[in-house]
């Protein structure tokens, strides 16, 4: 399921460093950009030729109130040792994140307080900045639209496909160490955290419905929830224009359904393939859809316009439950 979106432009810096004081000076090539990857989160993406960095903020953040966010490193290599030894040397690099110095090594970061003049990310190695990106402060427009239950309430997601992310409006702290949000009676992982939302990784399991929980500040609120698996079938490649093919998905987990629920597919290589039914189309998956094991099953035809690689989304939108959610 592609979620990136190219919000920013990326540029290509060279720098001769050095990685720490046991190695040989190398030349270092990065390539940065902002990305918009799943709800509410933008990503302050650096690719080094060591691999690959990842800053991850709230899209809703504000000057004034604190921000927190989490660092992530895919390192590149052929073998494991490689890898290690490269992530080692990425570990080592410091960033500046809204005025706020970090270590690539830190799992997460929090900026204190956000400024006009404190809105990017610096990679650094000592005494130079390699590279900023300027985050940009959003609209608000996409504010309201990203936080629809204003400063007063939460307002929880009633489901989520496993292994996807989740997002909470609501009065937070812009601070994860107030902040525990379960699933299941299980601590999730917090991608995000600005004083209007909150981003968080959806667990893979268990299926089916069960309860998230929020505990924010002090305040608690529940609700059922619903993590949703997919199972898609990839279909055969395009060889020649006018091949034709089909992919099909399977949803699972909607044992007791009492709702309908909504389901997209996106054609994302119009030019290489199209879809019957349309290019972008809304599945409405109603409970009597659902087959007794809990599962939903759909398929579509794809004929090729010519030879490539091509890319189909499936994705199950979030829905909210009632603002406050249930108050113990």
């Given amino acids: 399921m592609n979620f990136r979106k190219v919000l920013g432009a990326a540029v290509l810096l060279l720098s001769a460093a050095t990685f720490g004081k046991d190695t040989a000076p190398r030349q270092v090539v990065i390539e940065s950009r902002i990305l918009e990857v799943g709800p509410g989160i933008l990503s302050a993406d650096f690719t080094l030729n060591l691999g690959k960095v990842y800053a991850n903020f709230p899209s809703d953040f504000a000057a004034g109130g604190p921000v927190s966010g989490t660092l992530a490193i895919v390192p590149m290599g052929k073998t494991d040792a490689d890898r290690a030894r490269n992530l080692a040397a990425i570990r080592s690099v410091s960033a500046e994140i809204c005025g706020t110095r970090h270590t690539l090594g830190d799992a997460l970061f929090v900026c204190p307080e956000v400024t006009p003049d404190r809105r990017s990310v ?4 000592e005494p130079a900045g390699l590279r900023s990106l300027l985050i940009e402060e959003p609209g608000a427009a996409k504010v309201a639209e990203e936080s629809p239950a204003g400063a007063n309430a939460f307002v ?4 989520s496909l496993g292994g996807s992310r989740a997002r909470i409006p609501g009065p937070f702290g812009g601070s994860f160490d107030r902040t525990v949000i379960l699933i299941g009676g299980a601590p999730v992982h917090l991608v995000a955290e600005s004083s209007r939302s909150c981003i968080f990784d959806v667990p893979v399991g268990p299926i089916g419905l069960t309860r998230i929980e929020l505990s924010e500040n002090g305040e608690s609120v529940s609700g059922a929830f619903r993590i949703i698996g997919l199972r898609l079938a990839p279909p055969r490649p395009i060889i020649h224009s006018g091949d034709t093919t089909s992919f099909s998905a399977e949803v699972f987990g909607l044992a007791g359904l009492d709702r309908p629920l909504t389901m997209t597919l996106r054609n994302q290589s119009t030019g290489v ?4 039914g349309g290019d972008e189309q809304t599945v409405t998956i109603a409970p009597s859809n659902v ?6 099953a ?3 035809r794809l004929y090729g316009k010519r030879r490539g690689d091509y890319v189909v989304n499936v994705s199950i939108p979030w829905t909210k439950q009632s603002a406050g959610g249930e108050k113990p």
Avoid: A, Q
């Fill in 156 to 159: 929880l997601p009633s489901e």
């Fill in 122 to 125: 610096t990679l650094k190695l």
């Fill in 298 to 300: 759909i398929s579509r």
């Fill in 291 to 296: 087959s007794p094991d809990g599962t939903y």
């Fill in 273 to 276: 393939v199209g879809m019957d």
